[in-house]
Nanobody, 127 residues
Framework: QVQLVESGGGLVQAGGSLRLSCAAS????????MGWFRQAPGKEREFVAA????????YYTDSVKGRFTISRDNAKNTMHLQMNSLNPEDTAVYYC????????????????????WGQGTQVTVSS
C-alpha cells in the first residue's frame, strides 16, 4: 500500500495563492495515477485535478482550469497543486488520492476509483 500526507493548506485572502503538497511513502510512487479532491462544508467530495503516472497528462474540473496546476516529481515521491486566484468558493478540505493500475481505464473523476487517500488539509479563502 501507499501512505499519503497532505500539507500546505492555510488561510489566504481572495486573489491569493497556495501550494499544496502530497508526500507518498510505501509502494513505488510512479505506479499510481494521482489526484486531488476537495470537500466543502455540506457538500460531497468533488474531483479537482488528476495527473497520470508520468506527469504527461493532466485533467482539471472546469471551475479550476486556468487557476490551478497539478504536478508530480516521481523521484521525490511528491505531488503538488499550485492554486492561484483563489476565491471563497475554493474553501474546502483538500485530499490527495492515489489510483492503482487496476483502475486505469476507468473514470478518474470518481472517488471510488481511487484506492488510497490522505488525511486532508484545510484551505480557507477569505473575502
Amino acid at each position: 500500500q501507499v501512505q499519503l500526507v497532505e500539507s500546505g493548506g492555510g488561510l489566504v485572502q481572495a486573489g491569493g495563492s497556495l501550494r499544496l503538497s502530497c508526500a507518498a511513502s510505501g509502494r513505488t510512487f510512479s505506479s499510481y495515477t494521482m489526484g486531488w479532491f476537495r470537500q466543502a462544508p455540506g457538500k460531497e467530495r468533488e474531483f479537482v485535478a488528476a495527473i497520470n503516472w508520468s506527469g504527461i497528462s493532466t485533467y482539471y474540473t472546469d471551475s479550476v482550469k486556468g487557476r490551478f496546476t497539478i504536478s508530480r516529481d516521481n523521484a521525490k515521491n511528491t505531488m503538488h497543486l499550485q492554486m492561484n486566484s483563489l476565491n471563497p468558493e475554493d474553501t474546502a478540505v483538500y485530499y490527495c488520492a492515489a489510483m492503482d493500475k487496476k483502475n486505469w481505464g476507468t473514470s478518474l473523476f470518481m472517488r471510488a476509483r481511487y484506492d488510497y487517500w490522505g488525511q486532508g488539509t484545510q484551505v480557507t479563502v477569505s473575502s
